[in-house]
């Protein structure tokens, strides 16, 4: 043996000792510290205060040899900060043997000597490993002052820079060694939040069939943009039918459907036409999707650019917003100046029951408000036809039509009815063709 060395043997290490995870306090193990012919009892709590690293090394493992001049120049620099104490499951015959074979090789390797001659070995180790549970020989376990495991990492992350940082009470990010269960064949398994390593993806699309949520409120819409450039670099949907997500990734929104025009065969694979509660849930079964994305924060990626075309692909269909020509409700004044002013003390939207049924009274209001109401009638009939206002009137005015208390209601209101109403105010309603700007998805 050449040299010092220093060989520790612990007591206490039996089958027993539960492995430890991140943030719990290491057992108060106690030590029986060899330095030559002297012992010395030593137990974990002596070393209150200091940073303690320990390192899994073997005499089988060449690159552990190589980091011990490194973990030498640690301990001597931070002095009685830290301790570092190598640690294997090898005997000290084995190491012994080790360390004359280096002695009598090359020149450079009897700074490898020098290092472990110098340095607090724990021998014939089965405790710490069955605590730390190393995936690999190489591996340093980070305890605090306070013997709490604060990290078990790979050796590139034990530098005097993150050593003074902990030892300052500064956040190191210390990356922590997992055991990741992933496959090759099955890309997905590196997603599974046991291997921990979403912070490793840097970018992703996906299109997943309808999820049913977790009991409670679930969002269903989330994205994320970045801090500093305010770049939207995250969108997360959850079951949404193809065209609202077509919607977010034109308009960053979802818009009524008389916003989208359908060149399709078969638009029932957008929306369905029903109020049947069964039917509607069938259809959401088959039809509803959900959506993710992440890109990086900075370069020229745009996040609905790349999820417009994700969809097209995913769909076959070809996207794209322009202006069109197409059929609208619109309304009009009659003639010119034939709106007569609010005569109403306050502004009140109420329905009211005649004999002739649900009437909504509309007072002090702008048209906009009963724009509203008209389109709501509307989109009872055809989903995707656009009421267009054409009055030019930017007063306040009253006004009462034809109300509804459900879609029954709403599906008996005809535009003639309509018409009669609002011409009492002023008002007509008449079809005609417009150019209105219009997401056209166009498909077999």
């Known amino acids: 043996m050449v040299g010092l060395v220093l060989t520790v043997n612990a007591y206490a290490q039996t089958p027993a000792t539960k492995p430890l995870t991140i943030g719990e306090q290491v057992p108060d193990l106690t030590y029986n510290l060899h330095i030559g012919d002297e012992e010395e009892n030593i ?117 005097a820079a993150n050593i003074q940082d902990f030892l300052d009470g500064k956040k190191v990010k210390l990356y922590n060694v997992e055991t990741p269960h992933i496959s090759l064949s099955d890309p997905l398994t590196w997603l599974d939040p046991k291997n921990k390593l979403q912070d490793h993806v840097a970018f992703y699309s996906l299109i997943m069939h309808r999820i049913e949520a977790t009991i409670g409120w679930v969002p269903e819409l989330a994205i994320g943009r970045d801090s500093i450039t305010k770049k939207l670099t995250q969108i997360r949907l959850l079951n949404k039918s193809a065209v609202e997500l077509y919607e977010y990734a034109h308009f960053k929104d979802f818009v009524p459907l008389y916003k989208v025009l359908l060149k399709v065969k078969d638009p029932s694979d957008f929306f369905l036409n029903t109020d049947d509660d069964l039917k509607t849930y069938q259809w959401q079964e088959n039809h509803q999707y959900c959506y993710a994305l992440k890109i990086p924060a900075t370069g020229n990626l745009d996040a609905c650019q790349i999820m417009r075309q994700d969809l097209d692909r995913y769909f076959h269909y070809t996207s794209k ?124």
Request: glycine fraction near 6%; include cysteine.
């Open 321 to 444: 917003v322009e202006y069109v020509k197409v059929k609208c409700l619109i309304l009009k004044q009659t003639t010119k100046g034939t709106i007569k002013p609010s005569k109403s003390a306050s502004y009140s939207i109420l329905n009211k029951v005649t004999p002739n049924g649900l009437v909504r009274v509309f007072k002090k209001v702008h048209i906009r408000s009963l724009m509203e109401h008209l389109q709501s009638i509307a989109a009872y009939h055809d989903k995707f036809i656009e009421l267009v206002d054409e009055t030019g009137y930017k007063g306040k005015f009253d006004a009462e039509v034809p109300g509804f208390e459900d879609p029954e209601f709403a599906k008996k209101i005809t535009v003639p009815t309509l018409q009669s109403a609002l011409k009492l105010y002023g008002l007509g309603l008449e079809e005609g063709y417009r150019i209105r700007k219009r997401l056209v998805i166009t498909g077999n």
């Open 43 to 159: 137990r974990l709590s002596d070393f209150k205060g200091k940073l303690i690293l320990l390192d899994f090394w073997g005499v089988d493992c060449p690159t552990c040899i190589q980091e011990m001049p490194h973990m030498l120049e640690l301990q001597e620099k931070f002095k009685d900060r830290i301790k570092v104490i190598l640690v294997t499951q090898d005997s000290k015959e084995d190491i012994a043997i080790l360390w004359k074979n280096l002695a009598h090789s090359i020149e450079n390797a009897k700074k490898y000597v020098k290092a472990g001659s110098r340095l607090p070995f724990i021998v014939s180790d089965t405790t710490l490993r069955t605590l730390f549970r190393p995936t690999t020989l190489g591996e340093h376990v980070w305890i605090d002052g306070d013997r709490l495991f604060r990290a078990l990492t790979h050796p590139t992350t034990t530098i």
